[in-house]
């Protein structure tokens, strides 16, 4: 069974810089990609970043691409995403989720890590 587990997510100002972590167990992890959503208060869960686990190929949602990296251990099965100049409307839950690569859906998510940004 597959578990993934997010962390890293906290308070932070406006400006600041954050890393959050998704620790994935389970099997193994070749053949898919994962990626990051977030949901904020009141809105639909939105698709964040996305990497193919093998070869590392990545996407990014137009808002946040420039300020949001998304990278992975391989060999630690560790994914990340690192974000720079935190704006308050970063402010939601940040999820992480798997899917093998032909899959058109994300059928395996984390509990979440919450992340605020004020102003």
């Known amino acids: 069974q597959v578990q993934l587990v997010e962390s890293g997510g906290g308070l932070a100002q406006a400006g600041d810089s954050l890393r959050l972590s998704c620790a994935a167990s389970?099997?193994?992890?070749?053949?898919?990609?994962m990626a990051w959503f977030r949901q904020a208060p009141g809105k639909e869960r939105e698709y964040v970043a996305g990497?193919?686990?093998?070869?590392?190929?990545?996407s990014y949602a137009d808002s946040v691409e420039g300020r949001f990296t998304i990278s992975r251990d391989y060999y630690k099965n560790i994914l990340y995403l690192q974000i720079i100049s935190l704006k308050p409307e970063d402010t939601a839950v940040y999820y992480c989720a798997r899917k093998t690569v032909k899959s058109s859906t994300w059928p395996e998510w984390g509990q979440g890590t919450q992340v605020t940004v004020s102003s």
């Open positions: 990497i193919m686990w093998s070869g590392g190929h990545t």
């Open positions: 389970g099997s193994y992890l070749s053949t898919y990609a």
